[in-house]
Nanobody
């Protein structure tokens, strides 16, 4: 059975940092890409970042570039999202999901996922002003 389990969410003050973890079981991370998403209650799910574990290429939405860093530890079968300089607008439930591949459109700079297979249950990040 495939499971993705997020952890690391917490309440922090603006300007603070958190590191989220996405621990995978039942699949080998090197065979997948992992995306991070976030959702505020009552709003749609927003993609945040993605890493292709095959070549460690990484992608971010503009609003987190320079503040968030996605990384992967194959030995631990875990993907991390280091979040620095947090802002109140980063408050959301954060989810990880496995995907076949992520890539970016060179013209727009936007990145995309090729299929989303398995999802974790999320971890809450709350940033106070």
């Amino acid at each position: 059975e495939v499971q993705l389990v997020e952890s690391g969410g917490d309440l922090v003050q603006a300007g603070g940092s958190l590191r989220l973890s996405c621990a995978a079981s039942g699949l080998t991370l090197d065979d997948y890409a992992i995306g991070w998403f976030r959702q505020v209650p009552g709003k749609g799910r927003e993609k945040v970042s993605c890493i292709n574990n095959s070549n460690r290429s990484t992608y971010y939405i503009n609003s987190v570039k320079g503040r968030f860093t996605i990384s992967s530890d194959s030995a631990k079968n875990t993907v991390y999202l280091q979040m620095n300089s947090l802002k109140p607008e980063d408050t959301a439930d954060y989810y990880c999901a496995s995907t076949r591949k992520c890539w970016s459109d060179s013209a727009s700079g936007e990145y995309f996922h090729y299929g989303l297979d398995y999802w974790g249950k999320g971890t809450l990040v709350a940033v106070s002003s």
